[in-house]
């Protein structure tokens, strides 16, 4: 019913600012639902952890602890986009970051919330 492109990783240095896009692809099937976006990220040695969602209306927005302050995440309703404005970055934001889409309407950050996921975008942090 949706497809999720990310784009907008790269490589900065500490202190530095990326902007993730997620694209969202809706299927004729999937016309008229509105869907919860959010923001997971995962390391090489770490389970995939939620970093921010942002409700279907674009009104409400969560955010895990080490994202709060300094990520934002917006969407655009009318072209299906959904941002992750990341600043003041560390290393330890160096993280594979995926968005996923769900037809639910609680914002979550727990990873079984969601039923559609994107391929991921690096992003690396260097010191």
């Known amino acids: 019913q949706v497809q999720l492109v990310e784009s907008g990783g790269g490589s900065v240095q500490t202190g530095g600012s990326l902007t993730l896009s997620c694209a969202l692809s809706?299927?004729?099937?999937?016309?008229?639902?509105?869907?919860?976006v959010g923001w997971f990220r995962q390391t090489q040695t770490n389970e995939r952890e939620g970093v921010a969602a942002?409700?279907?209306?674009?009104?409400?927005?969560l955010y895990s602890d080490p994202a709060k302050g300094r990520f934002t995440i917006s969407r655009d309703r009318d072209k299906n986009i959904v941002f992750l404005q990341m600043n003041s970055l560390k290393p330890d934001d160096t993280a594979m970051y995926y968005c996923?889409?769900?037809?639910?309407?609680?914002?979550?950050?727990?990873?079984?919330?969601?039923?559609?996921w994107g391929q991921g975008t690096h992003v690396t942090v260097s010191s």
């Open positions: 942002i409700s279907p209306g674009g009104t409400n927005g």
């Open positions: 996923a889409a769900s037809t639910s309407w609680r914002v979550s950050l727990q990873e079984h919330d969601y039923n559609y």
């Open positions: 809706i299927s004729a099937h999937g016309a008229g639902t509105r869907y919860l």
